[in-house]
């Protein structure tokens, strides 16, 4: 009840209305079968591994892990990251280009904010992942979308956004795109890189989702075909924690200079203690067969939610996975996601309505679900339900 | 070796250079005794308890404990902290008005974000906090200085900036301030607060040492005077483990409410698995019994270092800490800090040297020594190595 009236930043006018708190608050009642969130499935989190790790790491040196450290990070663990990616992508990183953050959505803060000045234009994916409009929302640039196909970027428009409107950077997420679920063809990372590379646009390669092929192959990263003007962000929270908050940002030094200034103007370092529990029990585990047992997991939720759909509402169109944690889902004419949304709580079942993903407007008539956190009894359950609230406001 | 050449946001060029990677290079090096560094004494990080605390997490759900979770932080945490707020301090305080934070340097980062538009002012104490300086910056604020004499803030000076300048806020370090080591008086703390009232500026009271005085009693905040108008940063770092960092700011409302969106936009929300733990570790130990502990050896540290230098140096002046983790002094004329410190890296003696906490120049005579971090016989050894660098350079 305070009297004075706080003079905000200007900036915050245009930080677009979050959908999220919403969502957790929907999501914290047991009642309601969420498709609406992003949460990696609980039940995969290996917690008797990440326990063995963490005594190891207390029984090791435990005053040193609970200390002040450098900004870029654990040494060991930026030296397995970058290991991995010459191992798996046949990338070249070295640990001196990977500075770790607090999961990759640090990077999108602190690359937006040592890239874009106000007005400036950078460019994503339509639709794009919400919590990149909302960090680079904060520096107020023009944002501007290249609509993603089923095979990855519409190539007229991105030939047309990178020649017209020389942004600053491009953000997407070439594997099992967030909300999509797509994920871009070889064919079209080459013709992406080529586009690319007359111009001094960087592409910011989001793989949250890269280890989460069903078929457990990687795809070869756009770094892989411009490898100067590519930064690649990763984060541990699909794969082994969120709760730890640890992604990373492999880029070239000159950039990497910059982004350790500002990630240690923005809070010195992430927790050292949860890095050396990651690079212990990455050491320590078979990090592959783990993946191998949650992209088996995933795969079949994700069957059973795209099966479920084609049978329940056949004339809902969506998405077709390779991997990740998402689709997407087109409503039959004359639906409204937002109706959907606030009807579905009623019958308690979630979905995330599409609107927000589409910078430019439009997307109302679409829906992202999520198959990784639900069970299976969950998804066939939720979706009876979802079918019945579809076919209601029909 | 990049051909590109990256395009920059122009606030880049705001940010002063920082001394701390040079610092960290120091310090790794064993054979320099480091005054110069900001670290709790490692000793003294209760490991055994706080393994402890950790093991009983994981036993309990450390599924839950190691997924996301809401951007405001663990709730049980922030209600413990408002407690103490109210026990301690005597000042109302709820879990609502209290936003986790990674180490209290995020909180200047996320509150400069939301109340600094380019070319706003900003005051904060001279000398001033390095890190405060350096978050600001990003926001390109004009940063101005009010003189911080012993018993606290110069009035005259305060009352000038706050009535002239009109700042969005002030920002200040009452208790044992970094980097001069003086706190202000309780008559201080008062006019400030009568000068504060009558204008909208908010009081950014950051009391990252206010459990490490050496008589072990609280002071009363800025806030305890001018409850609508101060928000306070707190820290685990200095009080418990600096590696998980952990922080927060206690807030009204309306701010805390904005203040939540830039977290979530930053990074989603701190490191879950150790919020869990310090709650944990917070409510299974004597943590008044810890602090005792901690500031009656940093009280022995700090009182040999002002007799040392008393002794070995009585041409240098100094300020003397009634807590904290430093103290600050100034040397004799015709010295440079800058010289000092790097004579003294050869002689294996290390002091920072106070320059860069002067945003307006000057400072260039001081230096900042830090008395948490090394042990007595570190200090011992170390204040006859700069005896001698000091006597060298006159």
New interface residues.
Partial sequence: M???????????SR?PE?F??EL?RVSADPAIISFAG???C??L?D?EG??RA??AV?EDD??????????DGYLPLREYIAQRYRARLGIAATADEIQI???S??C??LFA?????PG?TVAMERPGYL?AI??F???EPRISAVRLNDDGLDLTGFAHIISGEHP?FFYGIPNSQNPSGRTYSQDNRKAVAEILAPS?T?FYEDDAFGELFFDAKPRPPIKKYCP??TVISGSF?KII?????IGWILA????IQ?FN??K???????????QKILHRYLTSCDIDARLRTITSVYQRKCRLMCELLDDLLPDLTHTHPEGGMFLMAELPPGLSSRRIFEEGIREHVAVLPGQPFYVDGGGNDTIRMNFSSPTEEQISEGLHRLTRVVRDLQ
């Avoid at 240690?264 to 949860?274: E, I, P, R, T």
């Fill in positions: 305070s009297i004075l009236q706080f003079r905000f930043a200007a900036r915050l930080v979050s999220l708190d957790f992003g949460l990696p609980t039940a989190i917690t990440i326990a963490t005594n207390l435990a005053g040193a892990a609970l200390q002040y450290t450098t900004t953050v607090n999961g959505q640090q999108l803060d904010k040592i890239f874009l000045n400036d919590g909302e960090a929302s904060f520096y600053r001094d960087i100067d003007q929270s924690a969120p709760g730890m908050r070239p030094r000159d950039i910059q200034i500002a240690q103007a923005a809070d010195l370092h992430s927790n050292f203690f949860c």
